[in-house]
T-cell receptor, first 116, second 111 residues
Framework: DTAVSQTPKYLVTQMGNDKSIKCEQNLGHDTMYWYKQDSKKFLKIMFSYNNKELIINETVPNRFSPKSPDKAHLNLHINSLELGDSAVYFC???????????????FGPGTRLLVL | KQEVTQIPAALSVPEGENLVLNCSFT??????LQWFRQDPGKGLTSLLLIQSSQREQTSGRLNASLDKSSGRSTLYIAASQPGDSATYLCAVYSGNTPLVFGKGTRLSVIA
């Protein structure tokens, strides 16, 4: 009965590799997000999708490409991984896509990415 | 640009104490403010959401207040328990990005 799930939970890889992180929500929400939490514990929004359409794209390198095959899934593909990409990546969802005016967001457990 | 600051960064208290966590934000034009809890190895759990028109919200032993004009919020935890040990994050929604987070306060409640 997991609400927001992410795979994998841990990801260790070499610099230069390409990797993907998957996210699924079974809450019927319209909007999904990707956040990055760096080593200093700052959580920052990366992308937001509403009904499969990109609505927010913060200043993120082009190596990061989100893909939403349907509104229950939002995957994150990262090309040419760099050391600075090491972080915890959180997926989240919210019901209607206002981003939080009257609703909260539900977070996944996070994916811990370590680039060596 | 909205910035959120949380003080203290870490806090250790004996079980049973009442405690206050602080959050401040630079742009008072917010729609709402949320307090989250983050446990090690797990995602974030929303604790309380305060709309900009509200002054406070309560859930069990938790009480969050909001003073929008001064850019401040506090999270009050009554009769703390070891199970309250976690990192508490404050986040504001200003309409330009979904949520802007503080760095969090790491709370340890010692039995």
């Amino acid at each position: 009965d997991t609400a927001v799930s992410q795979t994998p939970k841990y990801l260790v890889t070499q610099m230069g590799n390409d990797k993907s992180i998957k996210c699924e929500q079974n809450l019927g929400h319209d909007t999904m997000y990707w956040y990055k939490q760096d080593s200093k514990k700052f959580l920052k929004i990366m992308f937001s999708y509403n009904n499969k359409e990109l609505i927010i794209n913060e200043t993120v390198p082009n190596r990061f490409s989100p893909k939403s095959p349907d509104k229950a899934h939002l995957n994150l593909h990262i090309n040419s991984l760099e050391l600075g990409d090491s972080a915890v990546y959180f997926c989240a969802s919210s019901p209607q896509g206002s981003g939080g005016a009257i609703e909260t967001q539900y977070f996944g457990p996070g994916t811990r990415l370590l680039v060596l | 640009k909205q910035e959120v600051t949380q003080i203290p960064a870490a806090l250790s208290v004996p079980e049973g104490e009442n405690l206050v966590l602080n959050c401040s934000f630079t742009d008072s034009a917010i729609y709402n403010l949320q307090w989250f809890r983050q446990d090690p190895g797990k995602g974030l759990t929303s604790l309380l959401l305060i709309q900009s028109s509200q002054r406070e919200q309560t859930s069990g032993r938790l009480n969050a207040s909001l003073d929008k004009s001064s850019g401040r919020s506090t999270l009050y935890i009554a009769a703390s328990q070891p199970g309250d040990s976690a990192t508490y994050l404050c986040a504001v929604y200003s309409g330009n990005t979904p949520l802007v987070f503080g760095k969090g306060t790491r709370l340890s409640v010692i039995a």
